[in-house]
C-alpha cells in the first residue's frame, strides 16, 4: 500500500515583502506531516488567493537514504505590477412617488502594504449621501488575527424626518468621524472591532418647515 512521503524539510524562498511566516500559515505543506498531490493543490491555491503572487513554484526532493522523507521548497514571487485595486459602483433607488435616489462610488484599496499585510481603504461616493472615507489596517501579529484600524469619514446625508407615513422635511446633515478600532479576526467568520468614535453633526432643514430645529452637536463614545 501507497503511503504519502513525510516532509522532513519546508524552505520558502521569499520574493516578496511579506514574512516567512505568514507564507507558512497559508502553506498547507507542514514539516513531519504527509505530502501528496492534495496538500501541494491547497497551497498553491491559499498563496495564489492572496492576490499578490504571479508565480508559485513548489520543488520537491527526496530525501537521500530515507526513501519515506522529502524536502520541500516553495518559492512565491510577488506581482512586479503591484497590488492595488480600483472598484466602481452605482445606486439607484425610487419609491414611486416622486422621491429619487442616486450615488456613484469609487474605491480604491492598496493591499500588502508591508509584511504583516497593511491595507489602505479609501472611498469617495457623490449623489444623495455624498462622502469621503479612509481607513488603514494594521495586522499587528505574523499570525494576523490582531489588527488596529483608524479611520475617518467626511460628508453629507439626506435625511427624512416623519410623522406617521408623511414625510415633514428633509434634513441635510453634515458629518465629520473618525476614530482608532482594534479588534481580532473570528476566521472566516469575519471580524470583532471595538474602539473610540468622535462625531460631529450638523444638520438643517432643507425642505420643509423653517420653524424646525437646526442641530450641531459634538458626541465620543465607544463603538
Request: hydrophobic share 40%.
Given at each position: ?92 433607488a425610487s419609491d414611486f ?106 444638520a438643517n432643514v432643507d ?17
Open positions: 500500500e501507497w503511503r504519502p512521503p513525510i516532509v522532513r524539510n519546508l524552505t520558502i524562498r521569499r520574493e516578496t515583502r511579506l514574512s516567512e511566516k505568514i507564507l507558512r500559515r497559508f502553506s498547507a505543506v507542514r514539516e513531519g506531516e504527509p505530502l501528496d498531490a492534495e496538500t501541494l493543490e491547497r497551497t498553491r491555491q491559499e498563496l495564489a488567493g492572496l492576490g499578490i503572487f504571479e508565480g508559485i513554484e513548489v520543488d520537491v526532493q527526496p530525501v537521500a537514504g530515507s526513501p519515506d522523507e522529502v524536502d520541500v521548497e516553495l518559492r512565491a514571487i510577488e506581482k512586479s505590477w503591484g497590488n492595488d485595486y480600483l472598484r466602481f459602483g452605482l445606486g439607484l412617488s416622486g422621491e429619487n435616489q442616486f450615488n456613484a462610488l469609487v474605491q480604491y484599496r492598496k493591499t500588502w502594504l508591508n509584511r504583516l499585510g497593511g491595507e489602505w481603504l479609501t472611498e469617495l461616493q457623490v449623489g444623495q449621501n455624498t462622502f469621503i472615507h479612509s481607513e488603514f489596517y494594521q495586522p499587528v501579529n505574523e499570525a494576523g488575527q490582531w489588527f488596529v484600524a483608524p479611520y475617518f469619514t467626511v460628508g453629507q446625508l439626506t435625511r427624512g424626518v416623519f410623522i406617521d407615513d408623511d414625510k415633514v422635511a428633509d434634513y441635510k446633515v453634515r458629518l465629520a468621524q473618525g476614530g482608532v478600532d482594534a479588534g481580532a479576526v473570528l476566521g472566516t467568520w469575519g471580524q470583532f472591532r471595538v474602539g473610540p468614535v468622535w462625531t460631529r453633526v450638523d425642505t420643509g418647515s423653517p420653524v424646525l430645529p437646526s442641530v450641531k452637536e459634538n458626541t465620543a463614545g465607544l463603538r
